[in-house]
T-cell receptor, first 113, second 110 residues
């Protein structure tokens, strides 16, 4: 079991460039999440999905899009990167039932110059 | 009031000390509670769930007070390896969403 994996681990973008972050989980979890973590801000939810083909906005969705075409994958897209999107991005997954914890991937460190 | 509030610290304690972290939450309908640990530049990992009756896992004890909407984590006999940021986590409005506190940083000093 690899758990939750993220690619890439590091990326440097120039302002205006686009990219896609990939999250994959092999635990057959229904729920998947994208967070960003900035110093002093804690984890902030960007988008989440409660099942294949469904997505929903979290606390800070602007500038990001997501897709969940397959149950095991959750993609986060930045169409036109901005320096404010410099952050560490974590993906997580969870079973459906209440009481179960979220499992996190190792994170992607993104710098936008 | 923020949904989940924690003292950011840092807490600097000597090895062997006992340290306690507190957390308050605003949603009285919350049902599930957790403590996560996050090492520097790593992902958060579950430390322990928190049950209504309180629970213990080795040197770690978690308590929940629903009436006061308060959660605590006690670490006894602190080790250098306990140095990390501890996140208080509460489930949101539905079963799918967890709300994370900003974390309390602990440094255990030799």
């Amino acid at each position: 079991n690899a758990g939750v994996t993220q690619t890439p681990k590091f990326r440097v973008l120039k302002t205006g460039q686009s990219m896609t972050l990939l999250c994959a989980q092999d635990m057959n979890h229904e729920y998947m999440y994208w967070y960003r973590q900035d110093p002093g801000m804690g984890l902030r939810l960007i988008h989440y999905s409660v099942g294949e083909g469904t997505t929903a906005k979290g606390e800070v969705p602007d500038g990001y899009n997501v897709s969940r075409l397959k149950k095991q994958n959750f993609l986060l897209g930045l169409e036109s990167a901005a320096p404010s999107q410099t952050s560490v991005y974590f993906c997580a997954s969870k079973r459906t039932a209440r009481g179960y914890e979220q499992y996190f991937g190792p994170g992607t460190r993104l710098t936008v110059t | 009031r923020k949904e989940v509030e924690q003292d950011p610290g840092p807490f600097n304690v000597p090895e062997g000390a006992t340290v306690a972290f507190n957390c308050t939450y605003s949603n009285s309908a919350s049902q599930s509670f957790f403590w996560y640990r996050q090492d520097c530049r790593k992902e958060p990992k579950l430390l322990m769930s928190v049950y209504s009756s309180g629970n213990e896992d080795g040197r770690f004890t978690a308590q929940l007070n629903r009436a006061s909407q308060y959660i605590s984590l006690l670490i006894r006999d602190s080790k250098l390896s306990d140095s990390a940021t501890y996140l208080c986590v509460v489930n949101g409005a539905g079963s799918y969403q967890l709300t994370f506190g900003k974390g309390t940083k602990l440094s255990v000093i030799p």
